[in-house]
């Protein structure tokens, strides 16, 4: 709980009222829910206005399992306080990461190296020519329109394409929208295995801990917020000041909601679970 306490967040109070007010129907599709809807990407008993819009130095692509419940999801949290700068894609939807390009995946393993390495591990790459070369063929990608996949949320080339040229070498940063029983089969997609992949080592406060993993699988909302909070330390070189705090504004409260049920339920009688 304590990383979440020392957070400077935007007031709850419009969610501790939307809170009181319950259930609403989603405007576009019907479905009944609170603060936003999970499945349309659309704020539900709030407006823009209420809640904090959030500018990222770099854009992020969540590729989401197609098992994933979206209602247990916390991909729409960025997606929602960072719209301009998050693209939620279907799995088997991914992006054609152009080669030319500086992109990593947030994602654990063995060859995997720390926000603080990245970006000399990027620099040794691009400096090797680990690029393929334009004589080699081209891996097969499936393209979102020929599956027709209606829930992949790609924006178009001119959304995505920065209005000035960038400065940084890091352009994109991929993350994997899943149950960690279910990561492998996006995980090892050839269409991936050419980016470095970065490590984070915090610990998750995530209420729903999967049984028989460690607590340093994040949610997804954390491992973008901690891989921002230290990209901003380590890569740009700037003190932090909770520039991207906001990303955890509905799951801290959530997470405090929960918490709260927690010690407000009556104890067990018998055997005590978690």
Not at 47 to 75: C, F, R, W
């Amino acid at each position: 709980e304590r990383p979440l306490q020392s957070l400077k967040l935007a007031s709850h109070a419009v969610l501790e009222e939307a809170q009181q007010r319950g259930r609403l129907k989603c405007s576009k599709c019907g479905g009944s829910r609170k603060f936003f809807c999970y499945t349309c990407c659309l704020l539900v008993g709030v407006t823009q206005e209420d809640v904090p819009l959030i500018k990222l130095p770099v854009k992020i692509d969540i590729i989401k399992h197609p098992n994933e419940t979206d209602g247990k999801s916390t991909a729409i949290h960025a997606k929602i306080l960072a719209p301009n700068d998050v693209t939620i894609y279907t799995y088997p939807c991914i992006p054609d990461f152009e080669k030319d390009k500086q992109v990593v995946m947030v994602f654990p393993g063995p060859r995997a190296v720390s926000v603080q390495d990245m970006m000399q591990h990027l620099h040794d790459q691009s400096n090797s020519g680990m690029h393929h070369t334009c004589d080699e063929p081209k891996r097969k990608r499936l393209k979102c329109d020929e599956l027709g996949n209606s829930r992949c949320t790609a924006e178009s080339e001119a959304e995505t394409k920065d209005t000035e040229p960038r400065q940084r070498p890091l352009q994109r940063v991929v993350f994997i929208d899943s149950t960690w029983n279910q990561t492998n089969k996006i995980s090892t997609d050839e269409r991936l295995q050419d980016l470095l992949q970065v490590e984070l080592k915090e610990k998750t406060c995530f209420w729903r801990h999967q049984k028989g993993k460690p607590d340093s699988y994040l949610a997804t909302i954390e491992a973008i917020y901690y891989f921002l909070r230290d990209y901003h330390k380590y890569c740009l070189g700037q003190e932090y000041d909770g520039e991207y705090d906001n990303l955890l504004f509905f799951y801290s409260f959530l997470h405090s909601i929960v918490n709260k049920a927690k010690t407000e339920s009556p104890p067990t009688t018998g055997k005590f679970t978690h």
